[in-house]
């Protein structure tokens, strides 16, 4: 497993070399493992794939990890879920949501004993880490896979919160689609929640009936690919292969995998080699990949698998400039990329995007 990784700490060194899998730690007592979920666990979505993550820790691992998981915490209970795992014993605490961020920060401090992972984030502190997929990526391929089977040159996207881990993902939808089609446009309706069926559902109503015949979705359930069957159009799934959920309509699936990394930062815990990193890995990692490409010709399929290899052996890179803004403003000129810094703080819209940024 290669992961983008950047360590802080003289500790660094021992995050370099990834523990081989598959593995069995002794240990005298296990350790004892928190989750913390942001949505339930039977979305068929993140917090689906969280939890098959947990299971495949445990699998590696055996009886040197036990685990405590509490699913659809809300932001308000965070900060009792993660004092009661603490008074369970809980020595390595993963929580699962940019939501999360903030208030992991201040657990983070009260408990400096505990280590925790956030999923995705900003910042670190000496028992903090934070880790993320470049999922960015995917949405890349998206964005072509859109261009070449939208007729109405139009694209919807379900977005969850208007924050940038969402912002650079439509971005990068929007990237991709120009890069077969400067025609493309992509059309944005918020629905304020990571998971809520009837909501996802209504959003991509709204899209659709606005003249979208693709959709994207940053949230967290198939209500809007299944939307997207009934009424004839295409979509994507997320965090999850979705294929089941709309035959007819699916295209392909963000797939996350989460469960060799959870069982190598527990092995660093267990070995006493564990030290905050910021972990970002992209489709050469592991740590996500695509679904088989359905409802397309055998020559979309060709180009999709191609710019999905280009992505992955780093020979294709999103956000090579030139990057322009709504405004019609160059954030970065022919020839530079924006840094990962740059797309983890992205605030702005690129030309082509139909709606003001909230």
Same mark, same amino acid.
């Given at each position: 497993?290669?992961?983008?990784?950047?360590?802080?700490?003289?500790?660094?060194?021992?995050?370099?070399?990834?523990?081989?899998?598959?593995?069995?730690?002794?240990?005298?007592?296990?350790?004892?493992?928190?989750?913390?979920?942001?949505?339930?666990?039977?979305?068929?979505?993140?917090?689906?794939?969280?939890?098959?993550?947990?299971?495949r820790m445990e699998e590696l691992l055996g009886d040197a990890v036990t685990t405590t998981q509490v699913e659809a915490v809300a932001p308000p209970d965070f900060d009792r879920v993660v004092t009661?795992?603490?008074?369970?014993?809980?020595?390595?605490?993963?929580?699962?949501?940019?939501?999360?961020?903030?208030?992991?920060?201040?657990?983070?401090?009260?408990?400096?004993?505990?280590?925790?992972?956030?999923?995705?984030?900003?910042?670190?502190?000496?028992?903090?880490?934070?880790?993320?997929?470049?999922?960015?990526?995917?949405?890349?391929?998206?964005?072509?896979?859109?261009?070449?089977?939208?007729?109405?040159?139009?694209?919807?996207?379900?977005?969850?919160?208007?924050?940038?881990?969402?912002?650079?993902?439509?971005?990068?939808?929007?990237?991709?689609?120009?890069?077969?089609?400067?025609?493309?446009?992509?059309?944005?309706?918020? %629905?304020? =929640?990571?998971?809520?069926?009837?909501?996802?559902?209504?959003? #991509?109503?709204?899209?659709?009936? !606005? $003249?979208? /015949? *693709?959709?994207?979705?940053?949230?967290?359930?198939?209500?809007?690919?299944?939307?997207?069957?009934?009424?004839?159009?295409?979509?994507?799934?997320?965090?999850?292969?979705?294929?089941?959920?709309?035959?007819?309509?699916?295209?392909?699936?963000?797939?996350?995998?989460?469960?060799?990394?959870?069982?190598?930062?527990?092995?660093?815990?267990?070995?006493?080699?564990?030290?905050?990193?910021?972990?970002?890995?992209?489709?050469?990692?592991?740590?996500?990949?695509?679904?088989?490409?359905?409802?397309?010709?055998?020559?979309?399929?060709?180009?999709?698998?191609?710019?999905?290899?280009?992505?992955?052996?780093?020979?294709?890179?999103?956000?090579?400039?030139?990057?322009?803004?709504?405004?019609?403003?160059?954030? %970065?000129? =022919?020839?530079?990329?924006?840094?990962?810094?740059?797309?983890? #703080?992205?605030?702005?819209?690129? !030309? $082509?995007? /139909? *709606?003001?940024?909230?």
């Amino acid at each position: 497993m290669t992961l983008n990784r950047r360590n802080v700490l003289s500790g660094a060194a021992a995050l370099a070399a990834s523990t081989a899998f598959p593995m069995r730690a002794a240990a005298a007592d296990p350790l004892n493992v928190g989750m913390v979920l942001i949505g339930p666990v039977g979305d068929f979505g993140w917090s689906t794939m969280h939890d098959v993550g947990r299971r495949r820790m445990e699998e590696l691992l055996g009886d040197a990890v036990t685990t405590t998981q509490v699913e659809a915490v809300a932001p308000p209970d965070f900060d009792r879920v993660v004092t009661q795992l603490v008074r369970a014993d809980c020595k390595l605490i993963f929580t699962t949501s940019f939501s999360y961020f903030q208030p992991t920060l201040r657990m983070a401090e009260q408990f400096p004993d505990v280590m925790f992972e956030n999923a995705t984030g900003t910042s670190m502190l000496p028992n903090l880490a934070i880790y993320n997929a470049r999922f960015y990526e995917g949405r890349y391929v998206q964005g072509v896979i859109a261009a070449m089977k939208s007729q109405t040159k139009t694209i919807g996207y379900v977005a969850s919160f208007p924050v940038p881990e969402v912002i650079h993902a439509i971005n990068t939808v929007m990237r991709g689609a120009w890069s077969v089609d400067p025609e493309m446009r992509v059309r944005i309706v918020w %629905v304020n =929640a990571w998971f809520n069926p009837g909501v996802e559902a209504d959003a #991509a109503r709204a899209l659709v009936d !606005q $003249g979208c /015949d *693709v959709i994207c979705q940053h949230t967290d359930s198939p209500a809007p690919l299944q939307f997207a069957e009934e009424r004839g159009a295409f979509g994507f799934g997320q965090a999850s292969d979705m294929t089941q959920f709309a035959p007819n309509a699916h295209l392909t699936s963000s797939v996350n995998n989460w469960g060799d990394y959870y069982a190598e930062r527990a092995q660093m815990m267990i070995d006493g080699t564990w030290a905050p990193s910021d972990t970002w890995g992209g489709l050469g990692s592991g740590m996500f990949g695509l679904a088989p490409f359905t409802n397309m010709t055998p020559e979309e399929v060709s180009e999709a698998e191609r710019i999905r290899d280009a992505l992955a052996d780093g020979s294709l890179h999103p956000f090579e400039g030139p990057v322009v803004n709504q405004a019609g403003e160059t954030i %970065v000129p =022919a020839g530079e990329r924006l840094s990962d810094d740059q797309i983890r #703080a992205m605030n702005y819209f690129y !030309q $082509g995007i /139909d *709606v003001a940024m909230p």
